[in-house]
């Protein structure tokens, strides 16, 4: 079936995202350094997070919440209140940093542009995503954002009937095997998977090889190509 519409993931597909959540969780390292060791502190920090991502959403607010829940575990209720107010300064910090789009970002959403329905499918906090979506101009090439909650197959069955004329005819391109690719594959369509140096563990998943309607592609610049083979 023709191609009539791509979905484009945001974080770490369009403008960079997980460096930032290292960064701060390197800083929340430093702070607990005294209460818990940084890998055992790691692992503690990732199990808040998945214990908690079904309650509080993915985005910096839940990584926020997840990190001062940590501390005072680790910590046994010990923790400073000024160990706190750090760690609720680095998320604001977070949800203040200007985005820095990938390289290939604008230059490949351009050429496709005018030339297939464009839908921004992200998940995340509703203001953070849009204002990153604001700042990174290009908002107006994209004929339509959805901000989910999670990305499932009935999720893109959804959207690509509101937005396309069906997932089948659709493609949806990300960073994510777990929220962009196999879900997407699974819904009918076309999942595009362009790696990110770094990937949230929680976003990790099995290469579906060999399906025929998976592909990878080192980067976005390779996405016209692709295009063209697929027809």
Not at 156 to 162: G, I, L, P, S, W
Request: no cysteine; net charge negative.
């Amino acid at each position: 079936m023709k191609l009539t519409t791509i979905g484009f993931d945001a974080d770490d597909t369009l403008w960079h995202n997980e460096r930032f959540f290292r960064l701060t969780q390197a800083r929340f390292t430093a702070l607990l350094a005294g209460h818990a060791d940084g890998a055992w502190l790691g692992e503690r920090l990732l199990a808040a997070e998945r214990r908690n991502v079904g309650i509080y959403g993915f985005g910096v607010k839940g990584f926020t919440l997840s990190m001062i829940e940590t501390a005072i575990e680790v910590s046994d209720g010990a923790v400073p209140g000024a160990v706190i107010a750090e760690i609720l300064a680095a998320g604001r910090e977070m949800l203040a940093h200007p985005i820095e789009l990938l390289p290939e970002a604008r230059a490949a959403i351009e050429a496709l542009a005018g030339r297939y329905r464009l839908v921004l499918v992200t998940k995340g906090d509703l203001i953070d995503q849009e204002r990153k979506l604001a700042q990174s101009g290009l908002g107006d090439l994209f004929d339509a954002v959805e901000i989910v909650s999670e990305k499932r197959p009935a999720t893109y069955t959804e959207v690509f009937a509101r937005h396309g004329t069906g997932a089948d005819a659709a493609m949806m391109v990300g960073n994510s095997l777990k929220s962009d690719v196999l879900p997407m594959i699974a819904a009918g369509g076309w999942g595009v998977h362009v790696p990110h140096e770094m990937t949230w563990a929680l976003e990790e998943a099995e290469v579906p090889q060999g399906h025929p309607r998976f592909a990878a592609l080192p980067s976005l610049s390779g996405l016209h190509e692709l295009l063209e083979r697929i027809g």
